[in-house]
């Protein structure tokens, strides 16, 4: 009995193939509801004319079409009139919100044109080009996209706009431009808004030397903001952990040397009154002037001068501060067939003042010279010389660099001497060919 009730279900499964698909899982009440609906096998998925009126309908949809609202929502109303089941079924649903999302974006567009529009009041010089340029916007849309934008709006930007000046308010606004008042920048900007709607409006001509006017005010425009800018940088470099009182007072010289037009440009303004009226506890140093030490015995610039023995190492000292002579070189001798040239202080790269010194020392075939300010290793924008006589015509050079290795020195042979050129301490070594 059994087995004949399972050839009886094989033969129902045969006998009606349209019955063998997977039913999403649904509730008793759309099962009943849905018991009467005749479905059809179409070799991939199951669909009643419902889901069929749906699929097509979002098909129809075009998003640069003047009909995209209107198609939109009729399908948006046929999915929603589907039961839950039937919705399973709508293979292009993907594209239904995609559109959705569309349509967000388009009345965002058309949002921001009419506030744009709105901007600017009709009565108001610029109306005419805010006019203009909102118009330009808004015929770079398509057709669905220009569907958002309100009745009202599109009536403004269809009709014809005829801009609130004329050419002898333009000459007449030009010609009384004044960079000394303080609403410069404004006028010149107004200036060239009603300029650019007459010659929109028209092919207008203003008189000789007008337009260079204009032209010579937006050019004062660009260097009152660069100006500006400069000091507005200068106030935000200040620092309460590093800026000292003269760095502050800097910036407000700086500040003052601005004209009225120019200040107001400055928006960082407040936070230079913080620093000047004490607000931070700026650092002491630099607050004093420092006298250095100078030493008694130190070179004479544009003389020669012997450098002090110790061993097989030659000292001397020199000088550096303000009032100490910046143009001439220091010529440095020694007893041992050696001689340093220190070039003017004018090429000095360190800024710091006080006593330097030079140190050369000799073993053999090395030479290691050193030159220090506040024990700082000095830098020369022009080169230092050790000059070595008596060498070998064919002898060579090398130095050594800050991980030991040798590398190609600079220097020259000028008869029995070799001159080593340097703009900074170093080690160097005498290869005898």
Known sequence: MMKHKRSLALLALVAVPSLIFTTPTSSAADFSANSKTAYIYNNSYYYNANVSNVVQLISNINDTASSFQTTLEAAIKAYNALTETE??????????SYHQQTRVAYRRLATQIEEKLASVESTSINYYQNVIETRDWYNTLNAAQ????????????SSYITPNTSIDKVVNKIQLLNSSRINFHKDVAE??????ALRKFSNIS????????LLDAEQLVVQDKAAAKEVENSIAALSPKTSTAQDVQAVKTAFEALTPVQQQLVPNVWTLVDYVNGKYKLPTKGNTIKTPILSDTAAVPGKNTEMSKSKNTYKAKINVADSEIKSERFVLTTKANMTVIIPPLSTLVNEDSGVMDIQLTRNLNRITFQATLNKKTVKFDA???V???NLPKDASIVRFNDFGEQEPASYTVNGNQ?????TTS????IIRN
């Open 146 to 157: 220009k569907s958002f934008v309100s009745t009202a709006t599109q009536k403004i930007l």
């Open 87 to 96: 919705k399973q079924y709508v293979t292009n649903y993907g594209t239904l």
């Open 206 to 213: 203003l008189p000789t030397g007008t337009e260079q006017l």
């Open 383 to 385: 080169d230092m010389e």
């Open 191 to 196: 200036a060239r808004a009603e300029y650019n």
């Open 387 to 389: 000059i070595i006589e």
């Open 426 to 429: 170093g080690t160097f070594q």
């Open 418 to 422: 070799h001159i080593i050129q340097t």
